[in-house]
């Protein structure tokens, strides 16, 4: 009987844009890569902390600027891709008008969450989000804080 494959995989997640952004609908989109760049998306040399997203009517499509996917080192030099290059996201047209109608509106943004794959195919996990404020960023702190003291607590009592 074969062993079940182990799924080597990573998912890149961008831990940074939920301490930034308030995250308030997600939406999977594919990704348009060359084949050095999806070895080196399979390995987790990803960087999604400085990524963005703009999606333009005119003409219709979704952009990803920013994220950084290291050079793939058993690559042919020919066949070697730029590491931090604009790279075309897919999905359907009404979604694409939904998310640039979105951007229009004062402090909203589209970040990339996650990078992973499925069924084989290199998905991104785009994040609607607001700007938050300082006070926002400290207030959410204080409430994380507070809830590990309670835990913390919660465990010695028993």
């Known amino acids: 009987m074969p062993k079940p494959k182990k799924d080597s995989t990573k998912t890149i997640e961008n831990r940074k844009a939920r301490h930034q952004y308030s995250i308030e609908d997600t939406l999977e989109v594919g990704i348009v890569l060359t084949g050095s760049e999806v070895k ?18 005119s003409p219709l499509h979704m952009t990803l600027y920013g994220v950084h996917i290291a050079e793939y080192q058993n690559a042919a030099p020919a066949h070697q891709h730029k590491p931090q290059r604009n790279r075309t996201l897919l999905a359907h047209k009404r979604e694409i008008r ?61």
């Not at 400290?138 to 409430?143: G, H, N, Y």
């Open 40 to 57: 080196s998306v399979r390995d987790g040399q990803v960087s999604l902390a400085e990524g963005w997203i703009r999606a333009s009517t």
């Open 98 to 158: 939904k998310l640039e109608a979105f951007t229009h509106q004062q402090g909203r943004t589209l970040v990339p969450l996650k990078m992973y794959f499925a069924n084989n195919k290199v998905k991104v996990l785009v994040g609607l989000a607001t700007g938050k404020h300082k006070a926002d960023k400290r207030q959410e702190l204080a409430k994380k804080d507070a809830a590990r003291a309670m835990d913390r607590a919660m465990k010695r009592r028993l």
